[in-house]
């Protein structure tokens, strides 16, 4: 192999993305999925980076987690009661369905709006825009009264979910 291919990157090469470094890189692909080369067992232990761990460090992993377990409930609510949900805006509950098929397809859209944010302004008050955001759909969801507006809601609430994947 050539000195080039496969060294780690540095911030300031440039990629090479030639149609035959490419086919050298996926080529190489299945044969790192089943083995693991003895130098890189001692990077699979975590407890060093857990004890290097500030409490900094610690309070962005709890948010990121806290968030995450906000996210899984929403998502968890609205499926379990799907035909309350259903039955007071008057429509199927696979019209319901759909709503929580927009969350996933917006999340994208989400991490691509904060995701700028956060390269424009920094990572900390995009983040808690997020956040607001999310709070406010939330507690949104509760209030809404037609099925337009429960689409409505549930996309925004998608792109907000995204922004937190952004991060």
């Not at 911030?11 to 999925?33: F, H, I, M, N, Q």
């Not at 944010?117 to 808690?128: A, C, E, L, Q």
């Not at 337009?148 to 549930?154: H, N």
Request: net charge positive; charged share 15%.
């Amino acid at each position: 192999m050539s000195s080039q291919s496969y060294s780690p990157y540095v911030e300031d090469e440039k990629p090479d993305l030639s149609v035959g470094a490419l086919v050298r890189y996926l080529a190489s692909r299945p044969s790192t999925l089943f083995t693991l080369p003895e130098s890189d067992t001692k990077r699979l232990n975590p407890i060093p980076p857990l004890r290097a761990m500030k409490l900094r460090h610690w309070n962005w992993y709890m948010m990121g987690f806290l968030a995450w377990t906000v996210d899984a409930m929403d998502f968890f609510v609205v499926s379990a009661s799907a035909s309350a949900i259903a039955e007071s805006l008057n429509v199927t509950i696979v019209k319901i369905t759909w709503g929580m098929t927009l969350v996933l397809m917006f999340r994208s859209v989400g991490a691509v709006i904060f995701g700028t944010i956060s390269d424009t302004w920094g990572r900390k008050w995009s983040y808690i825009a997020c956040c607001l955001c999310f709070v406010a759909l939330e507690i949104g969801m509760g209030f809404i009264t037609s099925y337009k507006q429960f689409l409505a809601v549930r996309a925004l609430f998608g792109i907000s979910m995204g922004g937190k994947s952004s991060r």
